[in-house]
């Protein structure tokens, strides 16, 4: 009796560590599934979408991003900080018109978002700015950006590189 006792919690152990590698290889397939698309990222009440960062050139230190923001809640909001581990340093940049018709950047404390409206960073315009990239990023690459929003909290875009704004 014994022996079946010891074989039957044999099967079943074999049968618990299938369950668990089939359950861990799938939960690995649908993640790398999700890693690098454009489609756009919701968190409460937040959506990004047309996401993408310019390609580092050469052995540059820093690189521009753009994304829209549509704040879909009932309550405004403000973004606040943008982190990413792929670089020292993200900031969001406000560009205009300066004296003599030269173009100019200023980094922003935050960018408000009105409920219901939307607010991009667009190439030529308002931008965020990556600078002392950890390594070279490259056209197809993936970058988690960690964006820090008032009342939505933080949400986290895996924002692909590309060479050209893929979103013309």
Do not use: C
């Amino acid at each position: 009796m014994a022996t079946m006792e010891l074989l039957a919690n044999a099967i079943r152990a074999a049968y618990v560590r299938f369950v668990m590698r089939s359950l861990f290889t799938f939960l690995i397939f649908l993640l790398a599934l999700g890693v690098g698309n454009a489609r756009p990222s919701f968190a409460a009440d937040v959506e990004i979408s047309k996401a993408w960062l310019r390609a580092s050139i050469g052995q540059s230190n820093v690189t521009a991003g753009y994304f829209t923001i549509q704040n879909i809640g009932d309550q405004d909001d403000r973004l606040l900080k943008i982190q990413t581990s792929a670089a020292v340093k993200a900031e969001m940049h406000a560009t205009s018109m300066g004296e003599g018709g030269m173009m100019r950047m200023r980094p922003m404390d935050d960018l408000a978002i009105s409920a219901g409206e939307s607010a991009s960073f667009r190439a030529g315009g308002d931008h965020i700015m990556l600078t002392g990239l950890v390594a070279p990023i490259k056209a197809g690459d993936s970058i988690d950006l960690t964006l820090t929003f008032e009342h939505a909290g933080d949400v986290v875009v895996a924002i692909p590189v590309a060479r050209r704004n893929p979103f013309p």
